[in-house]
C-alpha cells in the first residue's frame, strides 16, 4: 500500500504543494546549455564586455596590421626624426561649411640655430587631407596575400602622417605599434596554448591516474617553480645562437616562456580532475559501463574547459609581460623584428624620452592589453563557476 | 498579553530584492514567543523559517524587512524594544543579539571557527556583552560547558572544534549561546546533521535547558518527529506565511489546515509501515558476502603512524531476490563502505562477495576483474544520495539518461529518444524534461530522474546510497513509492541504505544493523523496528523521535 496512490501524485505538477518547486520549471526554462548560462551571465559583467570590445580591436589591429598601418613600419625617414604626434581631425570647417573630411596638419621645421636641432611646430595653416582605402607601400596580408591597399593614407603619398609621432629614425610609431600588436599578442597566445597543451596533459594524467606518476610530476612542477624566472630566462636567450633567424628567434623564446607556464595550468587541471574524480556523476558514468576515455571527454573535460579557458586568458597577459620584459632587456626579440617590448627599448633613454614622450605609447598599448585580458578572465571565471550563485 | 511574552512578532515581511522586482520570503509572519516555552517552526525547505528566525535578529541581508513589527519585552524593566526598525549593524541591536537573543546552527562545523578553541569562541562572546574580567569569562564557559553535559569541561574548553566530535559541537555551540544567559534561544535545524542518537542526546539537552533556565526556544524544523518530541507551541509555514498556530497536541491530533494533515500524513504514514504487504522473501540469493573486512590504510606520516580505520569487519550479508534490504547505522559505521565495494570502488583485504548473474554464472565483487567486461555494472545499478551531485549538470536529461544505454551499445537515435522519454513517465517526469539541464529540476525531481537511469539497463539489483535522505518529508514518500511500484514492476533486488528508521520500516523487508564496521543485527524490518535484540539495536531505535506529543519519550522528564 502506497501512501500516495501512483495515479493521482503530483508528478505533472510537479511536486508544487510541497515547497519544493522550482519556478524555473514553466515554460522553456532549463533547456539552456552550461555555455548558453555562461555567455548570459559574462554579458552581464560590464567591465569584462568592454574589455573584450578592446580585446577584439586588439585582434583586429593584429591581425590587420598592414592593413591599418599608414606608413611601412621599417621606412626610415631621416627628415621627420621625432616628429610628433598630429592629431586627427574629421570635421572640415572651411568658408563653405562643415564637412566630413579627416585630416591632419602638417608640420613646420624650425632650426634652433644655437643648438642645432630641430623643432616641429604643428602648423594649422597647412592641412593633409586623408583619403580611405587609400593604396601606397606594398605588404602580404597574413604573410600571404600581397597587397597595397591601407584603410587610411594622406591623399599625397609624400605628406607626412604620424598618429603617433615617429621615432629617432623617422618611423612611424602607430604602425610600429601596430606590428608589434602581432608580435605581441602571438607570443602570448602562442606561448600559452603550448603550455596549455602540455599543462592539460600532464596534469590530467596527473589528476586521472594518481600515483607514482603524480607524485613525481607534483615535485617537478615544485622544483621549475621554485627557480628565479628572470635569470633563467636570461640563460636559455643567452644560448640561443646568435644566427638564428628572426623567426627562430621568436618560437624560441615562445618556448622557453610557455617552459615555465606550463606548470600553473598543470596544477589547475589536475586540482580539477582530482575534485571532480569524487563526484558522483563521474562515479555514475562508470557505472553506466563508459571507458577510460569517454569518462574523461565526455564527462569530466566539459565540468572544466571554462575553468580552463579562465586560466588560459589570465595567463596570456603574464606571457606578454615575460615577452616585454626579456625584449626590454635585449634578450629576447631583437630588431627588425618589432614587439612591443623591442619598442620600449627606444625608450630606455631618459633624454630622448624627454624630446619625445610619445616612444612610451607601446607601453600604454601593453597597459590597456594585459588590464583588458585580465577584466575578460575575472568575467569568464565569475561566469563559469556553475555553483557560485 | 500574558506576562510570560517575551517577544511579539506582528506582519512581517520580508523581500528579497531583485533586477525583476522583490521577491518575497515571507509575508505576514504573526507569533509570540512565551519564557519557559518551546516554539517549533516547521515546514519543508524554502518555506521561510529561516528566514523568520534570522528576521528576529534583524540579519537578513540582503533581503530587508518589509514591514512588521518586532517587540522584544523587557521583563524586568517592563520595556519593549522595537527591533525591527533597527539599524541592522547599529549598537542598538548588536547588545540584543548574542545577549538577549542567541542563535544556534544547523552545522556546527561551519559555525564554528577552526582556529581558535572552543573556549576562546566563548569566552569571546561573553567578554562582548559582559563586563567581567577574563577569568571569571573563562570560569563562565568552563560552567556553561558543563551545562551542555561536555565531560571534563576543564580540558575540553582547550581544545579546537575538529577534536570535538558533531555531537560536541553541537553542545559548544549551546554552550557558546547560553553563555550571556539570553532570554531567547533561536536553533535553526540544529539536529538535521546528526545521527539519531546524538539527536536525542541534543533534543533532551535543549528541553533541559530551557526548563531549568526558563528560556524561549524558537527551535526551526522539518522533522515532524522532533517536533512532536519538543514542542510546546506549533507554527506551520508555508510558502512564507503562517498557515497554522497552535499548542501541539492541538496541531498533532486537530490540525486544521490541509497541509499540516498532509505533514502529518507524511510523517506518520512512513510509521505505519506494518500496513504494507510485505512479499515473501525468494531463497534465491542474488548477492552473498562473507566476512568482508576492508581497514583503510594507516596514514605514514613522517615520524608516527596514524592507525588506519576498521570500516568494514567481517560483514556477511546477503540480498535475496526479489527483496529490500536495509542496512541502517549511523554516520560511520561502514554502510556507505559496503555499497562501495559491492560495486567495485574499493576492494576489501580479506571475504568474498558472490555475485550471482542473470545467466546463471557467479562473479566475486571483491575482485576488480569481476567488474572489467561491464556486465556487472548493467544488472547492477547505483541511485545516489545527493541528487545534485549525481547528475551531470552540463548535460541534458536525455544525454543523462540515455548514457548508460549508449554505451552498451543497446539503442541509439530516435529509438533512444523514445526509450528515454518511456522511463521518465514510468518515473513520473513529463517526456519532454528530456531536453532541460538537470539545473531546472527540484530536488526530488532530479532523484527521479536518478532513478530512471538506474532503471535504463533493465537491471536485476539497485544499490540506493541514502537515496532519499536528502529530500523532504512528502516527497520521500513519494520517492520510496516509486521504488517500491519499480521493484514490483520489474522484479529488482534493493540494497537500501539509510539511517533514517521511519524509511527502513516503512520501505525495507529485511534490515542489517551496522555499527562500528560490523553488522550487530540482522532480522525483517519488523522484528528489528518492534523487538530489536541487540542493545545497540534498542538505543538506535529508541533514539528516533515518534511524531506524536502523547508519546514523547526522549525528552520526558
Avoid at chain 1, 174 to 190: D, E, K, M, N, P
Avoid at chain 2, 169 to 187: H, S
Avoid at chain 2, 285 to 311: C, H, M, N, W, Y
Avoid at chain 2, 408 to 431: M, Q, S, T, W, Y
Wanted: aromatic share 8%.
Amino acid at each position: 500500500m502506497s501512501i500516495i496512490p501512483p495515479a493521482d501524485s503530483p508528478d505533472t505538477r510537479l511536486e508544487a504543494p510541497s515547497g519544493d518547486i522550482d519556478p524555473r520549471i514553466d515554460g522553456n526554462a532549463g533547456t539552456e546549455s552550461q555555455w548558453q548560462l555562461i555567455r548570459r551571465r559574462f554579458s552581464k559583467h560590464r567591465l569584462a564586455m568592454i574589455s573584450l570590445v578592446i580585446l577584439a580591436l586588439f585582434g583586429f589591429v593584429a591581425l590587420f596590421a598592414g592593413f591599418i598601418s599608414p606608413n611601412d613600419p621599417g621606412d626610415v625617414k631621416a627628415r621627420y626624426t621625432f616628429a610628433p604626434p598630429q592629431g586627427l581631425h574629421f570635421i572640415d570647417r572651411t568658408e563653405e561649411g562643415w564637412s566630413f573630411r579627416p585630416y591632419v596638419y602638417g608640420y613646420d621645421v624650425e632650426i634652433d640655430p644655437v643648438a642645432l636641432r630641430r623643432t616641429f611646430v604643428i602648423d594649422e595653416e597647412k592641412k593633409i587631407y586623408l583619403t580611405f582605402f587609400k593604396r601606397s607601400w606594398e605588404y602580404k596580408l597574413f604573410g600571404l596575400i600581397p597587397t597595397d591597399l591601407h584603410l587610411i593614407g594622406p591623399e599625397k603619398t609624400r605628406d607626412p602622417l604620424y598618429i603617433f609621432g615617429a621615432d629617432r629614425l623617422g618611423r612611424d610609431m602607430f604602425s610600429r605599434v601596430a606590428y608589434g600588436t602581432q608580435i605581441s599578442l602571438s607570443v602570448g597566445l602562442v606561448g600559452v596554448i603550448m603550455s596549455l597543451v602540455l599543462g592539460v596533459i600532464i596534469g590530467g594524467a596527473a589528476g586521472y591516474f594518481g600515483g607514482w606518476f603524480d607524485a613525481a610530476t607534483q615535485r617537478v612542477i615544485e622544483f621549475l617553480r621554485s627557480l628565479p624566472t628572470i635569470p633563467l630566462w636570461m640563460g636559455l636567450a643567452a644560448a640561443m645562437p646568435s644566427g638564428w633567424s628572426p623567426l627562430q628567434t621568436y618560437f624560441a623564446i615562445t618556448l622557453i616562456l610557455s617552459f615555465l607556464g606550463w606548470t600553473e595550468l598543470a596544477r589547475v587541471v589536475r586540482g580539477r580532475f582530482l575534485a571532480l574524480n569524487g563526484e558522483d556523476y563521474v562515479a555514475a558514468a562508470r557505472y553506466d559501463g563508459c571507458s577510460h576515455g569517454r569518462v574523461i571527454v565526455r564527462h569530466m573535460v566539459p565540468a572544466f574547459t571554462s575553468h580552463i579557458i579562465t586560466a588560459a586568458s589570465l595567463a596570456v597577459p603574464g606571457m606578454i609581460l615575460a615577452e616585454t620584459a626579456l625584449s626590454f632587456l635585449g634578450l629576447g626579440l631583437q630588431a627588425p623584428v618589432i614587439s612591443w617590448g623591442v619598442l620600449l627599448q627606444e625608450a630606455q633613454n631618459i633624454r630622448t624620452l624627454a624630446t619625445a614622450p610619445w616612444l612610451l605609447v607601446p607601453g600604454a598599448a601593453i597597459v590597456i592589453a594585459v588590464l583588458a585580458m585580465n577584466f575578460v578572465g575575472d568575467g569568464l571565471r565569475d561566469a563559469a563557476d556553475p555553483y557560485a550563485n | 498579553m500574558s506576562n510570560d511574552t517575551i517577544l511579539q512578532v506582528r506582519g512581517l515581511s520580508v523581500d528579497f530584492p531583485g533586477r525583476k522586482g522583490d521577491t518575497t520570503a515571507i509575508a505576514d509572519v504573526d507569533f509570540d514567543l512565551k519564557l519557559g516555552e518551546t516554539t517549533c517552526f516547521v515546514g519543508e525547505s524554502g518555506s521561510g523559517k529561516s528566514v523568520t528566525a534570522r528576521a528576529v535578529l534583524n540579519i537578513v541581508e540582503p533581503a530587508i524587512i518589509k514591514k512588521g513589527a518586532i517587540h522584544l519585552v523587557d521583563v524586568k524593566a517592563g520595556q519593549k524594544i522595537e527591533l525591527s526598525g533597527l539599524d541592522p549593524d547599529g549598537a542598538e541591536i548588536r547588545a540584543v543579539r548574542g545577549a538577549r537573543i542567541a542563535m544556534i546552527f544547523q552545522e556546527p562545523m561551519s559555525s564554528l571557527s577552526p582556529v581558535h578553541t572552543i573556549g576562546q569562541q566563548i569566552t569571546e562572546a561573553i567578554l562582548l556583552h559582559q563586563d567581567v574580567d577574563e577569568a571569571e569569562a573563562r570560569r563562565r564557559a568552563i560552567e556553561a560547558l558543563r551545562a551542555v553535559q561536555i565531560a571534563d569541561p576543564e580540558q575540553a574548553i582547550d581544545k579546537y572544534p575538529f577534536e570535538y566530535s558533531g555531537g560536541m559541537r553541537q553542545r559548544a555551540m549551546i554552550a557558546m549561546a547560553l553563555g550571556c544567559e539570553p532570554d531567547i534561544l533561536i536553533a535553526d535545524e540544529p539536529t538535521t546533521a546528526l545521527d539519531v542518537t546524538t539527536q536525542a542526546e541534543i533534543l533532551r539537552l535543549i528541553r533541559g535547558l530551557q526548563e531549568s533556565r526558563r528560556m524561549a526556544v524558537m527551535f526551526i524544523t522539518h522533522d515532524m518527529g522532533v517536533v512532536a518530541e519538543i514542542a510546546d507551541q506549533v507554527v506551520v509555514m508555508l510558502h512564507g506565511r503562517v498557515v497554522e498556530t497552535g499548542a501541539v497536541d492541538q496541531v498533532f491530533h486537530a490540525p486544521e489546515h490541509a497541509y499540516t494533515k498532509k505533514l502529518l500524513k507524511a510523517a506518520l504514514g512512513l510509521d505505519d509501515a506494518p500496513a504494507r504487504r510485505r512479499e515473501t522473501p525468494s531463497d534465491e540469493v542474488l548477492i552473498e558476502t562473507g566476512d568482508l573486512s576492508l581497514a583503510f590504510p594507516s596514514k605514514g606520516k613522517l615520524f608516527k603512524r596514524v592507525a588506519g580505520v576498521q570500516a568494514l569487519d567481517r560483514v556477511s550479508v546477503e540480498l535475496r531476490k526479489g527483496e529490500i534490504l536495509g542496512i541502517v547505522g549511523e554516520s560511520g559505521s561502514g554502510k556507505t563502505t559496503l555499497a562501495r565495494v559491492l560495486m567495485g570502488r574499493f576492494q576489501p583485504q580479506s571475504g568474498q562477495a558472490i555475485y550471482h548473474m542473470r545467466d546463471g554464472g557467479t562473479r566475486d565483487l571483491t575482485d576488480k576483474a569481476s567488474f572489467r567486461d561491464g556486465q556487472v555494472y548493467r544488472e547492477m545499478r547505483m541511485i545516489f544520495q545527493d541528487p545534485y551531485g549525481s547528475l551531470n549538470p552540463r548535460m541534458t536529461v536525455e544525454q543523462i539518461i540515455g548514457e548508460p544505454l549508449l554505451v552498451n551499445g543497446l539503442l541509439k537515435g530516435a529509438d533512444l529518444r523514445r526509450r528515454v522519454g518511456a522511463l521518465l513517465e514510468r518515473v513520473g517526469l513529463p517526456a519532454t524534461a528530456m531536453e532541460r539541464y538537470p539545473h531546472a529540476f527540484s530536488g526530488g525531481q532530479r532523484q527521479r530522474i536518478g532513478i530512471a537511469r538506474a532503471i535504463a539497463l533493465d537491471p536485476r539489483i539497485i544499490i540506493a546510497d541514502e537515496a532519499t535522505s536528502a529530500l523532504d518529508g512528502s516527497i520521500r514518500a513519494q520517492i520510496l513509492d516509486l521504488l517500491l511500484d519499480l521493484r514490483a514492476e520489474l522484479d529488482l533486488s534493493i540494497l537500501f541504505i539509510a539511517h533514517d528508521i521511519g524509511v527502513v520500516r516503512y520501505f525495507c523487508d529485511r534490515v542489517a544493523v551496522m555499527h562500528r564496521g560490523r553488522v550487530v543485527e540482522t532480522g525483517t524490518a519488523v522484528q528489528i523496528c518492534d523487538a530489536p535484540q541487540e542493545a545497540y539495536t534498542q538505543r538506535l531505535i529508541s533514539a528516533v523521535p515518534i511524531p506524536d506529543p502523547r508519546k514523547r519519550h526522549l525528552t520526558a522528564s
